[in-house]
């Protein structure tokens, strides 16, 4: 017996039952008028107070007209899919769809965010959509994003750029036709169009995870397969963000072959990867970001 | 001083079955008293309107059904001083006339209800000589016409756009405006509507967390989704709180979505227990009727017994005498605990 309040109350109560019935899949109820009925995982506390779900839930029934005794109220709705969103803590109403995932029942559901600023503020949803695209009410939570150095990524890869790590001068693209009139002292400068935009280049170290967990010694073998994964990953002509832990974010193309220098006084066993990029959209425009594949949905 | 020649403004389509006023501008003149506005057919010159109007405003208003639609024109203007000395006529401004473009939304009516928390608002276009449109914008507003999200300017052509996170029963207030290429803008003007929905809600928490090594952030979510059957189906409920098992033979069951193994706690709120009988089982898996593997809780004479059945061998523990004594509409908390081989049970009479 655990100490509670029948604690000696009966002749058995200080025994041990040794019977194990097994995992426990089917409860039935009856006999009676069943107001509320809890299930949880360990041993909780035993207050008579009735609470929400919690973490330590397997079943809450509440019988609200219902037989739902799970975290989710699908009453008379079929979820489909479940949409992951998010948005800018400090903008109202411009939710991004990251991802639309099909729903499976009790099944847990992990996703990972590439796309994040350094230094911003999210909010994140959890959407439960029927198949007629019925959203229901966003589940949410908020996180500062943060991370330890630069990356390029795309919406489901992710390359760190940490070591040696050395960024080209970025340029502002905005072109000024200058005009020198024979009559005039000072010319005439003519911006025409919209182009606005930055282009820069970077060089880094780029290591295998292998290399990087052992700290000294360089796995070379890993070495040429991961550099050449990089490399395919930096030539399949799709849009990227290059982000870093300054705040800074683009989107960008690399818009020249990438090279690769190896160090020589390794034997060529690490090499510098040179890249340069031309910003392609804006990575806060939620039609750049779908429009380049790098989320899902417009919605 | 003298009249200056007057510089006529340029000219967007308008619609030829509206008055129109046409602007100029007279700089380092005489004052302007009258003004000359004379428009002429662009394809072959032919006069269509010359008329002198007496206004200090720097503006001719051109009466309704003057010129006709889907018609391009030339106009120029003169001015007159006090003398009535007639100004050199200004520069020469090519226009055109077209029908008024109407924009509505076609998939929305005023004070419709929204049944959706996102939706997506598709726009219908029609002018009459097939004007093209440029660009649109669609705002959304509170019921205050505080401005909550825009689409921003969209040159797409698609004509919609889709706003989310709408929240539930809240009103909003939707307005569209279009830019054709000849420059006429549209509105929809302010569109009531409201949304109402039924929300399927997660009460698991929604985890989130930053991977500093990766970049990345981790979304991570666990939705259980349980539905117990029963005898009858559907259930009799009382007040929509409370299930009505007495009834011989009624039942509710849960067999999906939850698998128990280890320790536990087990909480139960009812009332009116039949008098020595079970009123909750919770099975084990290689349970069946010939071989029992099985724990009940029984209601028996104001005490809870928990009866542990492995095949033949049973043992129970039960639960001191519930006071006050339970009346039948008493509401009577019941916990069970098991620990290892443990087990605790405890009861409380929250009366009435």
Not at chain 2, 14 to 23: A, C, E, K, L, P
Not at chain 2, 27 to 52: F, G, H, P
Not at chain 2, 74 to 88: H, M, V
Request: hydrophobic fraction near 35%; charge should be negative.
């Amino acid at each position: 017996m655990i100490i509670g309040y029948n604690f000696l109350s009966d002749e058995d109560s200080i025994n041990p039952m040794y019977l194990d019935i097994g995992n426990i899949k089917k409860i039935k109820l009856t006999n009676a008028l069943i107001d509320e009925f809890s299930l949880l995982t360990g041993i909780q506390n035993t207050t008579s107070i009735k609470s929400e779900w919690s973490a330590y839930n397997l079943l809450l029934a509440k019988f609200q007209g219902n037989l739902n005794a799970g975290n989710v109220d699908f009453t008379n709705l079929t979820v489909a899919t479940l949409k992951i969103k998010r948005r800018n803590i400090e903008e109202l109403n411009n939710w991004y769809t990251l991802k639309q995932l099909n729903y499976v029942a009790n099944q847990s559901d992990e996703y990972f965010d590439n796309l994040n600023v350094y230094g911003q503020e999210y909010e994140y949803a959890i959407v439960p959509t029927t198949s007629s695209d019925i959203e229901g009410e966003y589940i949410t939570n908020s996180i500062l994003s943060e991370f330890n150095s630069a990356f390029i990524c795309e919406k489901d890869v992710s390359y760190k750029l940490l070591y040696d790590m050395n960024y080209d001068d970025t340029t502002r693209i905005k072109p000024v036709a200058v005009f020198q009139p024979i009559g005039n002292k000072f010319p005439i400068t003519v911006r025409n169009g919209l182009i606005n935009y930055d282009q820069g280049g970077l060089k880094a170290l780029v290591l295998s995870q292998e290399t990087e967990d052992s700290y000294s010694e360089i796995n070379r073998i890993k070495e040429v397969s991961h550099r050449k994964t990089i490399l395919d990953f930096l030539t399949n002509g799709n849009t990227k963000i290059l982000k870093d832990f300054n705040g800074n974010a683009w989107m960008i193309q690399i818009s020249d072959n990438p090279q690769v220098s190896y160090v020589n006084d390794l034997s060529q066993a690490l090499a510098n990867i040179n890249i340069k990029w031309v910003e392609i959209g804006d990575i806060t425009s939620k039609n750049d970001l779908y429009y380049e594949n790098l989320i899902e949905r417009l919605d | 001083m003298s009249l200056s020649t007057p510089i006529l403004q340029n000219v967007i389509s308008f619609d030829s079955g509206f008055d129109h006023n046409f602007t100029f501008v007279s700089i380092d003149s005489d004052q302007v008293i009258k003004n000359r506005l004379v428009i002429q057919l662009a394809s072959d010159n032919t006069e269509i309107y010359n008329e002198i109007i007496t206004t200090f405003q720097y503006i001719h208003a051109l009466p309704e059904n003057t010129l006709s639609n889907n018609q391009s024109y030339i106009a120029y203007l003169s001015t007159f001083n006090s003398n009535n000395d007639e100004s050199l006529s200004s520069n020469i401004v090519l226009f055109s006339c077209y029908t008024n473009p109407i924009i509505t939304f076609s998939n929305l009516n005023p004070d419709q209800i929204i049944n959706n928390s996102s939706y997506e608002f598709e726009l219908s276009y029609t002018q009459n000589e097939g004007e093209e449109v440029e660009s649109y914008q669609i705002n959304l507003y509170d019921i205050n016409n505080e401005q909550i999200s825009t689409s921003s300017i969209l040159y797409d052509g698609l004509l919609k756009h889709t706003f989310s996170g709408l929240l539930d029963n809240l009103g909003y207030k939707i307005k569209a405006e279009i830019v054709t290429d000849h420059g006429m803008i549209a509105t929809t003007g302010y569109i009531n509507f409201t949304v109402n929905y039924t929300t399927p809600i997660i009460a698991s928490a929604l985890i989130l967390e930053n991977l500093p090594n990766s970049g990345k952030i981790k979304i991570s979510t666990n939705i259980i989704n349980i539905i117990g059957t029963s005898n009858p189906s559907p259930s009799t409920y009382i007040d929509n709180e409370i299930v009505n098992l007495t009834q011989s033979g009624d039942y509710v069951q849960f067999d999906n979505g939850f698998n128990l193994n280890g320790d536990f706690t087990l909480k139960l709120w009812g009332l009116n227990f039949s008098n020595e009988e079970i009123f909750c089982t919770l099975y084990g898996e290689n349970d069946t009727e010939a071989t029992k593997y099985r724990i009940e809780l029984q209601y028996f004479y104001d005490q809870i017994f928990v009866n542990i059945i492995v095949g033949d061998l049973k043992y129970h523990i039960y639960s001191e005498n519930i006071s006050p004594t339970p009346l039948s509409t008493d509401l009577i908390y019941i916990c069970l605990q098991r620990s290892g081989y443990f087990y605790n049970i405890i009861t409380e009479n929250f009366g009435t």
